[in-house]
């Protein structure tokens, strides 16, 4: 499974996102608008061994995902002692879609996932040894979970309850570890902390717009609602779901009845954050990637009640039972998995059309190849964007020999290297767009007094079905204003709103 993750990584087109992450590991800042610096970091380690490749972009993912695997094999095997329970839940990982494949896709979920899951294997390390020394990796854990992606902050029930409704509650109110953990993992997460007080704490507020953001007309959606939870089964699986949340509630049963910390740990870090997301997407759209968190800590739950089934007396029948369609769930899933690598690699068919989520961010040659032809027709000198993945895009195939400037939403590039400005000042560009963001009644425009000639039309296409179309202009009359004030309509980041 690992070298067909490493094919898919290889072979497939970068995606929108991953190449603007591959964009701020160019640069030398202690954070981002969007999330924290972690990903970047891995980004820059991943191409420095394998240079700008899709490979070098994701190599991260493929060893995060290995990493993964290992502590949580060995969190069931200290809770357990039993090698068919960490069998399971490491095949639980390649079953399931997220895990099994779209763990090589480079996002800030996947540090996250993976420094989640550590902090959860030190607490349970502390649970099973007693050793207050577990409080401090998980703190250190915990403050590089931040660093990836502010969802940590779904896991503080869960380390609260473990900490503080078992018996041992007293002992550790009483001692100092907890406390140091919580400082150390503060000390960590520094680098974030520092840039937003240098910025106007402008990611905190971007991820709290983000986080409660609710239109009147999405209200109560049963259409976010059931988004949501189609792609749970779709990601996690469709049989592996059902199987995984029935061995979190029970898990959560065996919390309540015997005040288990390791069952309190685990059924309150997957409890919580799913109710919370289920909640939310009945009036927001939960991204595809929100939830990836908590499942690697549901398969260790299903995997740790399956072991204690027999031992809690439980029928001979419901435990045969229930690891039959645990057994099920395994072979269904890793077999999705890989038709799913084998479609998208291997097969010329679009069998889901303008909402296949990998071709809809596919197919940028083309677009490429326009800008590249119409670069040389009027000799233009630098290109302008209105859009954060079409200049990541662009970036990412031009590899800067060209300078790439994103117009509006100067506030994602705070702190960043300013390009190559005797190639832009006085000197004519490309506007390339997506239609029709490039329609001039948008407001934006009435902020950028600059001339705009349409030269050609582009289409993304992949597997024959068109994409999306792309306007191609000559940009003249105006130089981009790398840090505009933060009243400015340039420097925000929701311009369409």
């Known amino acids: 499974m690992t070298l067909m993750r490493g094919v898919y990584a290889g072979l497939l087109d970068l995606r929108t996102d991953e190449a603007y992450y591959w964009t701020w590991s160019k640069e030398n800042v202690l954070s981002f608008l969007d999330h924290p610096p972690m990903v970047a970091w891995l980004v820059r380690i991943g191409t420095a061994i394998f240079g700008d490749t899709n490979f070098g972009a994701r190599f991260a993912g493929l060893v995060a995902m290995l990493a993964t695997e290992a502590l949580l094999a060995d969190l069931v095997w200290r809770a357990t002692r039993d090698l068919r329970a960490v069998a399971i839940a490491v095949l639980m990982m390649e079953a399931s879609l997220y895990f099994g494949l779209l763990m090589t896709k480079i996002s800030p979920d996947v540090p996250q996932v993976l420094f989640v899951t550590a902090m959860v294997w030190a607490l349970v390390r502390l649970a099973v040894s007693g050793e207050a020394r577990w409080w401090l990796a998980a703190g250190v854990f ?27 509650r007293s002992r550790w109110l009483r001692s100092p570890y907890p406390y140091i953990a919580a400082l150390l993992a503060l000390l960590v997460f520094m680098p974030v902390v520092i840039w937003n007080m240098q910025h106007d704490w402008a990611s905190f507020r971007f991820q709290a717009v983000r986080a409660t953001s609710a239109t009147v007309e999405h209200a109560w959606s049963l259409r976010t609602f059931g988004e949501f939870v189609g ?25 309540v009845r015997r005040r288990d910390e390791i069952a309190i740990l685990l059924s309150t870090a997957v409890i919580v954050p799913f109710v919370y997301f289920l909640w939310k997407s009945l009036s927001l759209r939960i991204g595809d990637t929100w939830p990836t968190l ?37 072979a269904s899933g890793v077999a999705f998995v890989i038709a799913v690598c084998i479609y998208y690699l291997a097969l010329p068919y679009n069998f889901i ?31 302008a964007t209105t859009d954060y993945r079409t200049c990541a895009m662009l970036r990412w195939f031009f590899r800067d020999r060209i300078p790439v400037v994103q117009l509006n939403e100067r506030g994602r590039y ?35 007094p600059a001339r705009r000639e349409p030269l050609t039309r582009v289409d993304r296409v992949w597997r024959g079905i068109v994409m999306d179309s792309y306007a191609i ?19 925000g980041w929701r311009w369409l709103a």
């Open 353 to 383: 059309g303008r909402t296949d989520p990998v071709g809809g961010e596919a197919g940028y040659e083309a677009v490429v190849a326009g800008v590249e032809t119409e670069l040389q027709k009027t000799g233009a000198s630098w290109i």
């Open 231 to 255: 792609l749970q089964f779709g990601l996690v699986g469709f049989v592996l779901l059902p199987v995984v949340l029935t061995g979190v509630v029970l898990t959560a049963w065996r919390a």
């Open 142 to 168: 915990a403050g590089l979970a931040a660093l990836s992606k502010f969802t940590i902050a779904l896991m503080i029930p869960a380390v609260l309850a473990f900490a503080l409704v078992p018996r041992w």
């Open 414 to 448: 705070q702190g960043f290297a300013a390009p190559d400005l005797s190639r832009i000042a006085g000197h004519a560009g490309l506007y390339v767009a997506r239609e029709p963001e490039n329609n001039p009644s948008i407001a934006l425009w009435a902020s950028i």
């Open 473 to 491: 202009e000559r940009f003249t009359g105006w130089t981009p204003e790398l840090s505009p004030p933060r009243d400015s309509p340039l420097f």
């Open 294 to 330: 908590i499942w690697p800590l549901g398969f260790a739950a299903a995997a740790i009640n399956l072991s204690m089934l027999s031992k809690e007396g439980w029928s001979a029948s419901f435990v045969a039972m229930s690891f039959r369609w645990a057994n099920i769930a395994i």
